[in-house]
């Protein structure tokens, strides 16, 4: 255990912020901006490949299908080694690891998100459609100003629990020596090679601790919206008040 | 770069050898690891459903650690960490013996068992509670009750989310790569290295993935239908 | 047969049975009345012990139900007692004659030849042998209920308990379920039966009971109930019920 508290305090800062700035943002940090950029990205893709699957033109419709299965039939390690190699091509000179993830996430969580978002929209009820095309709305119209917002919001919990995904996702950014927090972690392994057990535990903990609090939070909003939805409720209180439940005999 | 020509991997033997091995090597992993949490999670279920609260507590915090850890993170506890603490014999018979891969098996299995197991969960709790009942009333015992009305009700509602983890765990063999496993996407990468046909060996690869994902949720889609309740909406 | 001796139910504030004292003989048709909420479904629970009690004593049999026991003997008793339940609780997953044929297999041990033969009786007996095959979701509502009474009577069982059989049930169905209800009754089976269906209490009962507030507050034979209602609450219930 004490092991566990030096690794703790020597490495900390490296754990926390990489190599920075002697070197490219690593460790948490990376992680952390890594994994916001990538579904803050993903999602204006998700939703128009949420619209997409949809809508009724196949050409729209099949070939985001076929992203979408292509994308969730293929390992994410299938998917980065793709990126890796496709985007100096198209862009004709190298990035640097932390885009090609970047990417790779922007495209998996895209494809996964529009998926949540899709089944987002198709819970809600098709009165809420069909008011708004009566009303004149055209069809995106309706989409923008009734549909989304409301499928969005009560999406919320799914999304938060997506991000937790995109974080455990970063880790895969070691392979291709991404500076995250997986990648110091074994830094320090390679440093010190005795104690790899104590490291990778603290590894573990730093995610669990990270997820899970998100994972709460995002039970906590699920709750939360489902109160909204359910509408005010009477108390037991205000039920006897009212008369409704006679007296009864106190507990011999 | 070279013009397109998958068939300078294909025929080559060599190649050809590395990815077949890379392929034997991805479905050993996958199906080792698809039955260890299998049974895991049928077990953790059962002892999540004695009436012992420290017994729901233990399955609750493995199912947890095992959700919001990352896998390639637990792999690595594994393959780097636990087996420093193994005794020297188990170390020395496991480096042998093709030790990467039994790691990566256990890895990949206890945690997929904590996603069947709560899709199990889900499954038994989607039930109507009057069947329970039922089953009571007509003096089953709490085993016979599960064997014969509630199990098997529950394992067709837990069907679709059970084929999609199963789905996500054989994707998941691609991480035992970074453990050192020669499964298919390392076989890939070695082979992209030594040919230099990058675009011809990662399409190869993909297919591969994909067909396999593919067969996973198709039989999944046969199974649910074969197995579905007969005239149920 | 079925004897309740100060039986009473509460959670918190809340009285659900309050001294009980009544009893159903052998051969004897009981049938239970009153508002929602009156405690009547809870009251037909405690028999085979599918609700619990607080105090008193409820004896099946001779033995009694609440006392501590093990699961199997629990099981055992509860085998002896048959339970229809308002919303059926059928096993979708098994066919009408798999439904019936299950618990004699598998909690009375019976050969699955005998019990296929006795299974396949009883649904004749309940007009639905040609719908063995079918699966409950496959069956009406009304023809669903009389495999639950087949599947509650593949046990053998000396009492049946129904508890609001036809409630969840179209009204053009009622009927074929109170047929087989009165035929049961006809061949002596104890029965105590939890209903709103008025005609059938008349026809078939030896004995109503009227419950309010978790209180039985009158017992009588059903013409002296249904002509001369002794207690307020008993009156203002059945003129409710005629005022439709």
Same mark, same amino acid.
């Given at each position: 255990?004490?092991?566990?508290?030096?690794?703790?305090?020597?490495?900390?800062?490296?754990?926390?912020?990489?190599?920075?700035?002697?070197?490219?943002?690593?460790?948490?940090?990376?992680?952390?901006i890594?994994s916001?950029?990538?579904?803050?990205? !993903?999602?204006?893709?998700?939703?128009?490949?949420?619209?997409?699957?949809?809508s009724?033109?196949?050409?729209?419709?099949?070939?985001?299908?076929?992203?979408?299965?292509?994308?969730?039939?293929?390992?994410?390690?299938?998917?980065?080694?793709w990126?890796?190699?496709?985007?100096?091509l198209l862009?004709?000179?190298?990035?640097?690891?932390?885009?090609?993830?970047?990417?790779?996430?922007?495209?998996?969580?895209? +494809?996964?998100?529009?998926?949540?978002?899709?089944?987002?929209?198709?819970?809600?009820?098709?009165?809420?459609?069909?008011?708004?095309?009566s009303l004149?709305?055209?069809h995106?119209?309706a989409?923008?100003?009734?549909?989304?917002?409301?499928?969005?919001?009560?999406?919320?919990?799914?999304?938060?629990?997506?991000?937790?995904?995109?974080?455990?996702?970063?880790?895969?950014?070691?392979?291709i020596?991404?500076?995250?927090?997986?990648?110091?972690a074994n830094?320090?392994?390679?440093?010190?090679?005795?104690?790899?057990?104590?490291?990778?535990?603290?590894l573990?903990?730093?995610?669990?601790?990270?997820?899970?609090?998100?994972?709460? +939070?995002?039970?906590?909003?699920?709750?939360?919206?489902?109160a909204k939805?359910?509408?005010?409720?009477?108390?037991?209180?205000?039920?006897?008040?009212?008369?409704?439940?006679?007296?009864? !005999?106190?507990?011999? | 770069?070279?013009?397109?020509?998958?068939?300078?991997?294909?025929?080559?033997a060599?190649?050809?050898?590395?990815?077949?091995?890379?392929?034997?090597?991805?479905?050993?992993?996958?199906?080792?690891?698809?039955l260890?949490?299998?049974?895991?999670?049928?077990v953790?279920?059962?002892?999540?459903?004695?009436?012992?609260?420290?017994?729901?507590?233990?399955?609750?915090?493995?199912i947890?650690?095992?959700?919001?850890?990352?896998?390639?993170?637990?792999?690595?506890?594994?393959? @780097?960490?636990?087996?420093?603490?193994?005794?020297?014999?188990?170390?020395?018979?496991?480096?042998?013996?093709?030790?990467?891969?039994?790691?990566?098996?256990?890895?990949?299995?206890?945690?997929?068992?904590?996603? @069947?197991?709560?899709?199990?969960?889900?499954?038994?709790?989607?039930i109507?509670?009057?069947?329970?009942?039922?089953?009571?009333?007509?003096?089953?015992?709490?085993?016979?009750?599960?064997?014969?009305?509630?199990?098997?009700?529950?394992?067709?509602?837990?069907?679709?989310?059970?084929?999609?983890?199963?789905?996500?765990? @054989?994707?998941?063999?691609?991480?035992?790569?970074?453990?050192?496993?020669?499964?298919?996407?390392?076989?890939?990468?070695?082979?992209?290295?030594?040919?230099? &046909?990058? @675009?011809?060996?990662?399409?190869?690869?993909?297919?591969?993935?994909?067909?396999?994902?593919?067969?996973?949720?198709?039989?999944?889609?046969?199974?649910? &239908?074969?197995?579905?309740?007969?005239?149920?909406? | 047969?079925?004897?309740?001796?100060?039986?009473?139910?509460?959670?918190?504030?809340?009285?659900?049975l309050? $001294?009980?004292? %009544?009893?159903?003989?052998?051969?004897?048709?009981?049938?239970?009345?009153?508002?929602?909420?009156?405690?009547?479904?809870?009251?037909?629970?405690?028999v085979?012990?599918?609700?619990?009690i607080?105090?008193?004593?409820?004896?099946?049999?001779?033995?009694?139900?609440?006392?501590?026991?093990?699961?199997?003997?629990?099981?055992?008793?509860?085998?002896?007692?048959?339970?229809?339940?308002?919303?059926?609780?059928?096993?979708?997953?098994?066919?009408?004659l798999?439904?019936?044929?299950?618990?004699?297999?598998h909690?009375?041990?019976?050969?699955?030849? $005998?019990?296929?033969?006795?299974?396949?009786?009883?649904?004749?007996?309940?007009?639905?042998?040609?719908? %063995?095959?079918?699966?409950? %979701?496959?069956?009406?509502? =009304?023809?669903?209920?009389?495999?639950?009474?087949?599947?509650?009577?593949?046990?053998?069982?000396?009492?049946?308990?129904?508890?609001?059989?036809?409630?969840?049930? $179209?009204p053009?169905?009622? =009927?074929e379920?109170?047929?087989?209800?009165?035929?049961?009754?006809?061949?002596?089976?104890?029965?105590?039966?939890v209903?709103?269906?008025?005609?059938?209490?008349?026809?078939?009962?030896?004995?109503?009971?009227f419950? $309010?507030?978790?209180?039985?507050?009158?017992?009588?034979?059903?013409?002296?109930?249904?002509?001369?209602?002794?207690?307020?609450?008993?009156?203002?219930?059945?003129?409710?019920?005629?005022?439709?």
């Open positions: 255990m004490n092991s566990v508290f030096e690794i703790l305090r020597d490495n900390w800062l490296l754990l926390l912020v990489g190599q920075y700035p002697n070197g490219p943002l690593g460790g948490i940090a990376c992680t952390l890594l916001v950029l990538g579904i803050v990205l !993903a999602f204006p893709l998700s939703v128009l490949l949420a619209l997409a699957r949809l009724h033109w196949r050409l729209l419709n099949w070939p985001a299908g076929a992203l979408v299965y292509i994308v969730r039939g293929v390992p994410l390690l299938m998917v980065i080694l990126v890796y190699f496709l985007v100096p862009i004709g000179r190298n990035v640097t690891g932390f885009v090609t993830m970047l990417c790779t996430l922007v495209i998996y969580e895209g +494809a996964y998100l529009a998926e949540v978002v899709r089944a987002g929209i198709e819970a809600l009820p098709k009165g809420q459609m069909e008011a708004a095309r004149g709305h055209s995106l119209g989409m923008r100003l009734v549909i989304l917002p409301q499928a969005l919001f009560n999406m919320l919990p799914s999304m938060l629990s997506q991000f937790v995904s995109t974080i455990k996702e970063t880790t895969l950014g070691y392979v020596n991404v500076p995250e927090l997986t990648f110091a830094q320090i392994n390679n440093q010190l090679l005795t104690k790899p057990f104590q490291v990778f535990f603290i573990a903990v730093i995610y669990y601790v990270l997820c899970w609090s998100l994972t709460r +939070a995002a039970t906590a909003l699920e709750r939360r919206i489902e939805r359910a509408g005010p409720r009477a108390t037991v209180a205000e039920i006897r008040a009212a008369g409704l439940v006679q007296p009864v !005999a106190a507990e011999p | 770069m070279k013009g397109f020509d998958i068939m300078a991997i294909l025929l080559n060599e190649f050809g050898k590395m990815l077949l091995e890379g392929v034997r090597m991805t479905l050993i992993i996958a199906l080792g690891s698809w260890l949490a299998m049974t895991l999670a049928v953790l279920l059962v002892v999540r459903l004695t009436p012992s609260r420290i017994a729901e507590r233990v399955v609750t915090a493995y947890s650690y095992h959700q919001n850890v990352p896998t390639l993170v637990q792999l690595m506890l594994w393959y @780097f960490g636990i087996s420093s603490l193994m005794p020297e014999a188990v170390q020395g018979w496991l480096g042998e013996h093709n030790g990467e891969a039994v790691y990566a098996v256990i890895g990949l299995g206890l945690c997929q068992a904590a996603y @069947f197991s709560e899709d199990l969960r889900s499954g038994l709790r989607s109507a509670p009057g069947q329970a009942e039922a089953a009571r009333a007509l003096g089953h015992s709490y085993v016979g009750a599960m064997r014969h009305v509630l199990m098997p009700q529950a394992v067709r509602n837990a069907l679709p989310a059970l084929v999609n983890h199963s789905v996500s765990l @054989f994707k998941n063999s691609s991480l035992a790569m970074a453990i050192g496993v020669a499964e298919l996407t390392h076989a890939v990468k070695e082979v992209e290295s030594l040919s230099f &046909r990058t @675009f011809e060996a990662y399409l190869l690869a993909t297919v591969m993935y994909l067909v396999v994902s593919l067969l996973i949720m198709f039989a999944g889609a046969w199974l649910a &239908r074969r197995a579905a309740i007969v005239g149920a909406r | 047969m079925i004897v309740f001796s100060n039986v009473n139910k509460w959670y918190g504030h809340y009285q659900a309050a $001294d009980i004292n %009544a009893e159903v003989r052998k051969g004897e048709v009981v049938v239970v009345c009153g508002p929602s909420g009156s405690g009547k479904s809870t009251l037909i629970r405690t085979n012990r599918l609700e619990e607080k105090s008193g004593e409820l004896l099946f049999e001779g033995q009694n139900v609440h006392a501590p026991m093990s699961s199997t003997e629990l099981n055992r008793l509860r085998s002896r007692i048959g339970f229809v339940f308002q919303s059926f609780n059928l096993f979708p997953h098994l066919s009408a798999d439904n019936v044929m299950l618990s004699p297999m909690v009375a041990g019976v050969k699955r030849g $005998d019990a296929r033969d006795k299974a396949m009786q009883l649904l004749d007996r309940v007009g639905l042998a040609a719908k %063995a095959m079918s699966y409950p %979701a496959q069956l009406s509502g =009304g023809q669903q209920q009389r495999v639950a009474i087949a599947r509650a009577l593949a046990m053998e069982p000396p009492a049946m308990l129904f508890d609001e059989p036809t409630s969840a049930l $179209d053009e169905m009622v =009927g379920v109170l047929a087989v209800m009165r035929s049961l009754a006809k061949d002596g089976m104890t029965m105590m039966c209903t709103h269906e008025m005609g059938f209490a008349r026809e078939v009962a030896d004995r109503v009971w419950m $309010d507030a978790g209180r039985i507050l009158e017992s009588a034979e059903p013409e002296t109930f249904f002509r001369n209602p002794q207690h307020p609450r008993a009156q203002r219930f059945l003129s409710d019920l005629r005022s439709h």
